[in-house]
């Protein structure tokens, strides 16, 4: 086997064992295919990258179809953050297209279906036929109504379709065999009745195709060589080819339905309808919300496209269940920030300190690189004067010899400026630092070519300027549940692992040059973490988002 065909996935080795049996490569043809009823989660990146990725490897068209065969709970809301969330990511369709596109087409099939005596009308109560269904190890039994005449079917589906009878109390069914080995294909509902607005077809329909009936043959329509879904569709595949071989004509092509597991993702929860609880009842602000594993949630949180179409790709696609590590996602998105993002200096939870032996009333602007270690991020003026903040925990009296930071009577170098020492502290009633009194090596600055600029300390320290910095509101995020697998609990709702202290906003101080960032723009904040520009950001009101902190759990496993 050669090197490229060992590191194909087993889909695309399905793709190829196709193209060697014959099918052309032109007739290659993907969709990805949401429901708009809820906004693009992680788990659906796997499945954009995946089918979009195939289009691209292949040189293939890839369709964006919204399968909106539930009015119930479809919205155009969704439909637009579903396109925007796709080409967020990167990748552009071949067409938008909808389900409801075919819903005349289906109607018209349908009744051919009925003439061919492979549909009824049935009349029973959802109870009735779930217990007739029988089970996976007991057969079912026939409906009582399985045997009308095709006229009369003919007619009560025209009565289902003119609106003449009530929601529930009646559905079509496809002929197929009560005794099937596989419970979907005893009979299923190709119908209901559903007097809802619908989000595109407005009140044309009062009966709407389920989704096995609807979705074989949309992608017999579009010609879709390979309809690749999650594995708990491939107990349906007997019955999307059924429905295929009802209306297939053999000029044309014959979709072929192929099923990989569900990306799953430690410490959340990715079904939309528990998403959509969360924003419902108010445990997060909305599907965009940071905390959210939604792309919108992920684009605010600062997640690049690259990041995450890294993910999906390290993360792979599997035959098999599966959970990935939430630490992965956290790994792809540090391992591109770190090589993009311009570092810069934030306070998140500042001590002041004064330079005693630098003048009151001086300043000085210092040359700052965004980057010290790669080319091409430029380099921008920092401000320095007598006082700044440093962070609160980079400051101990006494420490032993571990201790890299700043104590009293030790030396500390400021990040881009000068070598100071700790002199004393004052507290206050309960004992806390208020204020630090330090003095600087004046020949020490940063850059300036001088012996003590070369001069090595154990420690660097970032800080703001006191008189010069900006202050800012900074949301800084922990994982939305406290257990690893917060749905896989039988006994208990996931909610009740929500972590309490999810979000916690702290009053921040930045240097100057960050107050003309704008909304989605990233940065390191030195020494602390990856962080983004938040939507609601505003000129007097500068508000960041912490995407990930430095430390890289990931890296360290792989270890
Ligand atoms: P949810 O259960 O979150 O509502 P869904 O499967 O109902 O998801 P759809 O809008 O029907 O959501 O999904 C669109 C496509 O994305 C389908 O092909 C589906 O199989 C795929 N998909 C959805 N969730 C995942 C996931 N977690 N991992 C991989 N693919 C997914
Ligand atoms: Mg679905």
Redesign the pocket.
Known sequence: MSEEKKSLNFLEQIIEEDLANGLPKEKLRFR????P??YL?I??A??ICLNFGLGLKYNAPVNLRF?DTNPAKEEQEYVDSIQQDVQWLGFQWDKVLYSSNYFQQLYDWTIQLIEEGKAYVDNQSSEKMAIQKGTPTEPGVNSPNRDRSIEENLDLFLKMKNGDFDEGSHVLRAKIDMKHVNMHMRDPIMYRILKKHHHRTGNDWCIYPMYDWTHGESDYLEQVSHS???LEFKSHRDLYDWYVDQVYDTNLLRPKQREFA???LSYTV????KLLQLVEEGVVNGWDDPRMPTISGLRRRGYTPASIRNFSETAGISKRDNVTDVALLEHCIKDDLNKTAPRVMAVLDPVKVIITNYPEGEEEFLDANYNDYAEGFGSRAVPFSREIYIEKEDFREEANKKFFRLKLGKEVRLKNAYIIKAESCIKDENGKVTEIHCTYDADSRSGSGSEASKRKVKGTLHWVSIKHAVSAKVNVYDRLFTDEAPDGHKDKDFKEFINPNSLNTIEAFVEPSLKDAKILDRFQFQRLGYFCVDKDSAENNLIFNRTVPLRDSWAKMEK
């Open positions: 990805f295919p949401p429901e009823n809820g989660h788990g659906h796997a499945s399968d690749i879904c999650t569900r990306r799953n990715m079904s939309k309808r």
